[in-house]
């Protein structure tokens, strides 16, 4: 059974840096796209970002396009999110998902294994 952790989440100041990463075990990783959601308080989850089971490919939400960025390192089973000039609407529960697919789902009904999230708080 597939199973990943997210880390690296925390309290940062708005303007800052904050990189999370997801570790993914139980199946072949490489052959699973990756996404990030995030849950803010009294919200429903959205798409943060996506990247191709290549790495070659990927797409952000708007609010985060240009500062936020997904990778991914197939050999280490792990993908990350670098997320810079971070500001106070950042602030959610930070999900990692995994999708069997070859292309770039952005919605949640086409990941079929999820982290238990990281908090992400910024403070203005």
């Known amino acids: 059974q597939v199973q990943l952790v997210e880390s690296g989440g925390g309290l940062v100041q708005a303007g800052g840096s904050l990189r999370l990463s997801c570790a993914v075990s139980?199946?072949?990783?490489?052959?699973?796209?990756m996404g990030w959601f995030r849950q803010a308080p009294g919200k429903e989850r959205e798409f943060v970002a996506v990247?191709?089971?290549?790495?070659?490919?990927?797409h952000y939400a708007d609010s985060v396009k240009g500062r936020f960025t997904i990778s991914r390192e197939n050999a280490e089973n792990t993908v990350v999110l670098q997320m810079n000039s971070l500001k106070v609407d950042d602030t959610a529960v930070y999900y990692c998902?995994?999708?069997?697919?070859?292309?770039?789902?952005?919605?949640?009904?086409?990941?079929?294994?999820w982290g238990h999230g990281t908090q992400v708080t910024v403070s203005s």
């Open positions: 998902a995994a999708a069997r697919s070859y292309q770039l789902p952005k919605i949640e009904a086409d990941f079929t294994s």
């Open positions: 139980g199946r072949t990783f490489s052959r699973d796209a």
């Open positions: 990247i191709s089971w290549s790495g070659v490919s990927t």
